[in-house]
């Protein structure tokens, strides 16, 4: 049996061709196969310039030795192993110099067995990796529960920039409900319980954000949201919206906006100050018009505008960039002319829509690769659907038609997937 003594808290044994960590005596179940070599301590600079962690570095390491332990023999990986944990631990246990799964789960046994560093660094190693906002370091630590080590306001004060944890603190008593970091605006962690609003964290800057109103009354966002200057994604949220904030047309670097109510009414035409936006979804049954300055965010790749719009401007024919265009949900009657000259589009959805008729036109989206024209009045497909290339799903309902029929039984053997209805 070989031994290495890290310090007076941990150690590590080979035993029986395998390398177990110990703490204080005690056998912890912890030790992985290799992944990376060892490091060294001058190479740490080098190492933390080239990836932000071991856990970033080893999204593109090489696997395959999970499986084939033999591979490697079972003195050199108890070596590499001591040698990463003395590096570590002479480290003041930076996190980033282990994986997160053995990393975290050490670090708080040492702080329990009553290791002075590692109990001051654990709360701080915990606020340090969720302000970098890694996205699989941010699932693990909320996942597992890491999070829980700190107080909601220590987490929020430690994880930011001053500056902006004032804003979301600020937020949270404007809208009464916390806000709960996560890797994506989007991402849902707990099904229990009710919504929660979130942030999204990068190099301790917020880059998104979702402002959720349930069913009270929006108030006034203070001015301070410009101050978020890295805020790239905002989705808002609630019941009684009928009117975009102001300030939120004044967020310039904004990507990617998700706007959600029953009652808004329409959306301002200095919508077009945001510039950058390269996502775009307003969601409301009580939507009466959208702007002709729409057309010009030329920088949109992806455009939702759903429920009950009669029509839609000819300026979204400006938007050359849109590779995904969501109409669904509306009472159209025919297909814009326009929408024919995007010819970007890989997904056009036009569900529950009141259309009965599928232009010869649409071969001219050749790029299209998913059509959705379900729950619609269409009767018939034109013969220049076989053209389209590229097209690998069709949503439509049943035909009583048997020319679309054979239309439909050619497509499918050029490969379309076709979803009937």
């Given at each position: 049996m070989s031994e290495f003594i890290v310090n007076r808290f941990l150690s590590l044994k080979l035993e029986y061709g395998e390398t177990n960590i110990y703490i204080n005596e005690r056998k912890i179940d912890q030790c992985k196969y290799l992944l990376l070599d060892k490091i060294s301590h001058s190479e740490i600079p080098n190492f933390l310039e080239s990836f932000e962690s071991v856990d970033e570095a080893t999204v593109n390491a090489d696997h395959s030795l999970e499986n084939t332990p033999d591979l490697i023999p079972p003195e050199t990986e108890f070596w590499a192993h001591c040698s990463n944990l003395q590096v570590w631990a002479e480290n003041n246990y930076d996190t980033r110099l282990l994986h997160m799964s053995i990393a975290f789960s050490l670090l708080k046994e040492l702080a329990e067995a009553g290791d002075v560093v590692a109990k001051r660094a654990f709360k701080e190693e915990i606020a340090k990796r969720l302000g970098s906002g890694y996205p699989s370091v941010v699932d693990f630590l909320i996942l597992e529960h890491f999070d829980d080590n700190l107080s909601h306001e220590e987490l929020i004060t430690s994880v930011l920039?001053?500056?902006?944890?004032?804003?979301?603190?600020?937020?949270?008593?404007?809208?009464?409900?916390?806000?709960?970091?996560?890797?994506?605006?989007?991402?849902?962690?707990?099904?229990?319980?009710?919504?929660?609003?979130?942030?999204?964290?990068?190099?301790?800057?917020?880059?998104?954000?979702?402002?959720?109103?349930?069913?009270?009354?929006?108030?006034?966002?203070?001015?301070?949201?410009?101050?978020?200057?890295?805020?790239?994604?905002?989705?808002?949220?609630?019941?009684?919206?009928?009117?975009?904030?102001?300030?939120?047309?004044?967020?310039?670097?904004?990507?990617?906006?998700?706007?959600?109510?029953?009652?808004?009414?329409?959306?301002?035409?200095?919508?077009?100050?945001?510039?950058?936006?390269?996502?775009?979804?307003?969601?409301?049954?009580?939507?009466?018009?959208?702007?002709?300055?729409?057309?010009?965010l030329f920088k949109l790749e992806y455009l939702s505008l759903s429920f009950n719009l009669v029509d839609v401007p000819d300026s979204l024919g400006d938007l050359k960039k849109l590779k995904a265009l969501d109409l669904s949900y509306n009472r159209l009657n025919t297909i814009p002319e326009f929408i024919f000259g995007l010819i970007n589009l890989t997904s056009l959805d036009l569900k529950r829509n009141s259309l009965d008729i599928l232009s010869n036109s649409i071969c001219r989206l050749q790029n299209l690769n998913t059509l959705n024209l379900r729950r619609n009045s269409i009767i018939k497909l034109p013969k220049s659907l076989i053209k389209m290339k590229n097209l690998k799903f069709l949503f439509i309902n049943k035909l009583q038609d048997e020319k679309s029929d054979m239309i439909i039984n050619t497509i499918r053997k050029n490969g379309v997937t076709v979803f009937v209805d």
């Open positions: 920039v001053p500056e902006e944890a004032e804003i979301i603190l600020e937020l949270e008593i404007l809208t009464g409900n916390q806000f709960f970091q996560s890797s994506k605006v989007n991402e849902s962690y707990f099904e229990e319980g009710p919504f929660q609003q979130r942030f999204v964290v990068k190099n301790n800057h917020v880059t998104g954000l979702w402002i959720h109103w349930g069913k009270q009354n929006p108030k006034t966002l203070p001015e301070g949201i410009v101050k978020l200057r890295r805020l790239k994604q905002l989705y808002y949220t609630g019941d009684k919206i009928k009117f975009l904030p102001k300030v939120i047309l004044k967020l310039s670097g904004l990507e990617d906006l998700n706007v959600e109510s029953e009652f808004l009414e329409e959306i301002p035409d200095n919508i077009s100050n945001l510039k950058a936006l390269k996502s775009l979804s307003i969601c409301s049954a009580n939507l009466k018009n959208v702007p002709e300055n729409i057309g010009k």
